[in-house]
């Protein structure tokens, strides 16, 4: 069985780092929304939005980034 170090490094092998980092922010945006509305938890919502933040604040450097 492979370790999630070498699942994540064949996801990135499949597509792109970028493509990749756009769909774990997703997951963060759908897992914040998911707590916000069936936890009614806003601060453990708040992290998961701040984590998919953090990620989509660094989609201007994706662009210098070549495949």
């Known amino acids: 069985m492979s370790t999630t170090h070498e699942q994540v490094e064949k996801l ?3 597509s792109s780092l970028p493509e990749l ?7 963060c945006r759908d897992k914040a929304e998911h707590i ?3 936890w009614q938890d806003e601060h453990s919502a708040t992290v ?3 984590f ?3 990620i ?3 989609r201007a450097f994706w662009k210098t980034w070549r495949r």
Not at 21 to 27: A, E, F, N, P, T
């Open 56 to 58: 989509d604040n660094t």
């Open 36 to 38: 916000r509305v069936n």
């Open 48 to 50: 998961w939005d701040s």
């Open 21 to 27: 980092m756009i769909v774990v922010m997703d997951v």
């Open 52 to 54: 998919a933040n953090a």
């Open 12 to 14: 990135i092998d499949d």
